[in-house]
């Protein structure tokens, strides 16, 4: 799905290339910052062809496609791929990696950042395959203990809702609402799983006023994650 995706944002964003602005992360205190400057991202490793080989049956495949969004009121512009767990978590992370996370333990790692036409609007997602379901649920665990960290914050901070849990048919997962300083929605995260494989999916943006499509988010990139 992705070959397709890389040609029509290959010949859409050729141009911009000079526009890229290197290093973007998040911080915890700076969630949205940079969004825009994301959205002219060059693919270079997808076009190139310099990402590592994922484990068999695992890779990009088992990330968010461009059509798991409409059904949420986003409509993607643009995916940035990689396959070597280097991008950031979350928000509530920092910078620090699946590949970091899990001391390099996992047998092969895929992450994604999509822009949407959206202002604001960006979502990422990093995803790990492990050795054994065992491994994958403490990680789980982890995770949403990393996330839980970013529910209490001081007045005029963003911060994460209550967590909400979700079983669909890939596996499951729990999914939280995030307010901005003002306590308006702003998107969310999920922690995913599914048997041996795990991750992480954030949206930073507003695409309606029902935090409800946290979970749709959700469901799908757990799917995603089984297939």
């Known amino acids: 799905m992705f070959d397709n995706q890389i040609n029509q944002l290959g010949n859409q964003f050729g141009n911009k290339l000079a526009n890229r602005t290197a290093g973007r992360k998040f911080s915890r205190r700076g969630r949205t910052a940079g969004v825009a400057a994301v959205v002219g991202a060059a693919l270079t490793a997808l076009v190139l062809g310099t990402q590592p080989a994922a484990a068999q049956g695992f890779g990009a495949g088992n990330l968010m496609q461009r059509e798991d969004f409409f059904q949420q009121g986003l409509a993607p512009v643009s995916a940035k791929v990689d396959l070597t767990g280097k991008q950031a978590l979350s928000a509530c992370s920092g910078e620090e990696t699946m590949r970091a996370f899990t001391k390099g333990k996992a047998g092969a790692y895929a992450d994604v950042t999509w822009t949407f036409d959206t202002k604001d609007t960006l979502l ?37 809702g209550k967590g909400h849990a979700l079983t669909v048919r890939g596996g499951m997962g729990s999914w939280y609402p995030a307010f901005n300083g003002d306590g308006k929605v702003a998107g969310g995260v999920a922690v995913i799983r599914s048997g041996h494989r795990f991750g992480i999916v954030e949206l930073s943006g507003q695409p309606s006023d029902d935090p409800g499509y946290v979970e749709g988010i959700a469901a799908a990139a757990i799917n995603r994650l089984a297939d």
Do not use: I, M
Request: proline content about 3%; overall charge negative; glycine content about 6%.
């Open 124 to 160: 990422t997602e990093s995803v790990a395959d492990t050795s054994a379901d065992a491994s994958a649920a403490s990680f789980v665990k982890q995770l949403n203990k990393l996330v839980r960290g970013c529910q209490q914050e001081p007045d005029g901070h963003w911060y994460y």
